[in-house]
């Protein structure tokens, strides 16, 4: 079976083919950085707009590095959130179309399942139960996985997700967009420990996240004094010290608490190699293991989407027709997939 997956919730869009047989067979990104830069942030209206322009492309290129035609093409699987409105619609009535001019499934995918279940895509799978933390620009959760389909939320952000944190601390330094990467790579050349941050709720005895705090912060340090660059390369240090600290205290927490020794990273700040290096170190003195998506897997991207909707196939779930109607969901709770 071959799924096509349609990725649109945010400023990438995303299309791949996943063959149950015999894997990821096409897969295309084209990312929206460079357009959403001049503004500091993604506008929304834009990101629509860029999403039309590329899906057909996109899913030219896949077929043709698939050697595929449409086809080919068995089931349609799509964002349907969480996310921007109006890039969820574009990918949700693109999809939609083509299934039903092709006479395919379309099932509605869940954004964070779909980075969720990534690290699966990859040659060595951790086998279930696992415990999956999240950590992407909207989001911060650790979960339980019992089986595709099966999430138990343990324990979120209570307010700032951690990229949202490192985007907005990277504003206030003058890193622009997208802040995390430009954060990460200005704290390789800084000393962590010359400010001192704060690591919020390590040891609130719970695993609940905040990181809200940190962004002020570091705004009340960057209005005290002129920063030089290397002020603000020592500044970014400490702070992705502190952020990567709180993760990998509660993340090796939750992998205790539920006696699990495999813990899969997924979603953007997964990316960040003081992250990896931390929760790599945590989890071989606890025995246990980390599992990564590929690098180009940890950013949005189809080939999570095609991949979840083909496993939400396979365990017999009947996609529902829409029959032209569908609806998007902005807000979605993971728990709350049914
Ligand atoms: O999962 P993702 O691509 O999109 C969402 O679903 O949100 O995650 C994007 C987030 C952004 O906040 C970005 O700044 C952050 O991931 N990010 C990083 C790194 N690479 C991406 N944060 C820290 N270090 C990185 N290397
Ligand atoms: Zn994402």
């Known amino acids: 079976m071959r799924v096509l997956g349609i990725e649109s919730s945010c400023d990438e869009t995303g299309v791949a083919l996943y063959d149950t047989e015999r894997g990821l067979v096409g897969h295309a990104v084209h990312t929206q950085v460079a357009m959403h830069e001049a503004y500091g942030g993604v506008v929304p209206e834009l990101a629509s707009r860029d999403h039309i322009r590329r899906l057909i492309p996109l899913l030219q290129r896949v077929l043709d590095e698939a050697h595929c035609s449409r086809q080919d093409i068995d089931a349609i699987a799509y964002t349907a959130g969480p996310g921007l409105a109006g890039a969820l619609l574009v990918g949700a009535s693109f999809a939609e179309a083509l299934a039903l001019a092709l006479d395919v499934p379309a099932l509605p995918v869940h954004h964070l399942e779909g980075h969720l279940l990534s690290p699966l895509l990859g040659d060595e799978a951790p086998a279930f139960p696992f415990i999956a933390l999240l950590v992407s620009g909207g ?43 430009a954060l990460a790579a200005l704290a390789a050349s800084g000393r962590p420990g010359r400010y001192k941050l704060p690591r919020p709720m390590i040891n609130s005895g719970d695993l609940s996240f905040s990181f809200s705090g940190l962004k002020t912060a570091v705004l009340t340090l960057a209005r005290a004094q002129e920063l030089t660059g290397a002020d603000k390369a020592d500044l970014a240090a400490e702070f992705q010290e502190a952020v990567t600290e709180v993760l990998a205290v509660k993340a ?56 979840c909707g083909a496993q939400r196939l396979l365990q017999g779930e009947v996609p529902v027709s829409a029959q032209g109607a569908f609806a998007v969901r902005p807000r979605w709770p993971l728990d709350q997939l049914s």
């Open 139 to 181: 989001h911060t959760q650790l979960m339980r996985v019992a089986r595709v389909g099966d999430y138990q939320l343990l324990g979120e952000s209570l307010d700032d997700a951690a990229g949202e944190a490192f985007d907005k601390t990277a504003k206030l330094l003058g890193l622009g967009y997208p802040g995390g990467p």
């Open 252 to 307: 090796v927490a939750a992998c205790r608490r539920q006696r699990l020794s495999s813990l899969v990273v997924a979603g953007g700040v997964g990316a960040n190699r003081r992250l990896r290096q931390r929760l790599d170190q945590a989890m071989t003195q606890l025995g246990g293991r980390v599992f990564y998506p590929a690098l180009e897997l940890c950013t949005d991207n189809g080939a999570m989407i095609a991949f």
